[in-house]
C-alpha cells in the first residue's frame, strides 16, 4: 500500500522488537534500535485484530513521522508462523555500522546490533546444514 504521505519517505526512526520467533530477530526482543526507512509503499494494511499477525517489529511511536507510512498496529515488519520468513519496511542492511546511523550512543562499537540479525541467519543455516 502506498504511505499515507502519499510520497517517498526516507529517515530514520525507531523500531521496538517484541517477544517474536523469528529466526533473524528474536534475540533482539526486547530492544528498541534506530533503523533507515527509505519506501513509498511501505504502508502495511492489516484488516484482522493485531492477535492474528506474527508482528515482529514496531515503529516506536503510532504518529508520523515516527510511523512513516502509516501502517496498522504501527507494523514495521512480520514474519510466517515458524519464524523464517521476514518481511520488513525498514532497511536493517543500511543500519549496521554506527557511522550510518542518524544517531548512536557514545559506546564505540564496530557494529550496530542489528547485524546480530543477520549472525542469527547465518547460524540458522549452518545448523540445519549440519543435521543433514
Not at 521496538?16 to 509503499?41: F, K, Q, Y
Not at 520468513?85 to 564505540?108: C, D, G, N
Request: proline content about 6%; glycine content about 6%; some cysteine.
Amino acid at each position: 500500500w502506498h504511505n499515507d504521505s502519499g510520497k517517498h519517505e526516507s529517515g530514520f526512526v525507531s523500531v521496538t522488537i517484541p517477544e517474536n520467533n523469528s529466526v533473524m530477530l528474536s534475540t533482539l526482543a526486547g530492544s528498541t534500535l534506530g533503523v533507515w526507512i527509505s519506501n513509498g509503499e511501505g504502508k502495511f494494511h492489516l484488516p484482522l485484530a493485531e492477535t492474528e499477525y506474527n508482528i515482529v517489529g514496531k515503529y516506536a511511536y503510532q504518529e508520523y513521522p515516527a510511523n512513516p507510512n502509516g501502517s496498522d498496529y504501527n507494523t514495521a515488519m512480520l514474519c510466517d508462523k515458524s519464524g523464517r520468513h521476514l518481511v520488513t519496511m525498514p532497511h536493517i542492511e543500511r543500519s549496521l555500522f554506527p557511522w550510518q546511523w542518524a544517531y548512536y550512543p557514545s559506546e564505540k562499537t564496530a557494529v550496530s546490533p542489528w547485524l546480530e540479525a543477520f549472525i542469527n541467519a547465518r547460524e540458522w543455516i549452518e545448523a540445519r546444514n549440519a543435521e543433514k
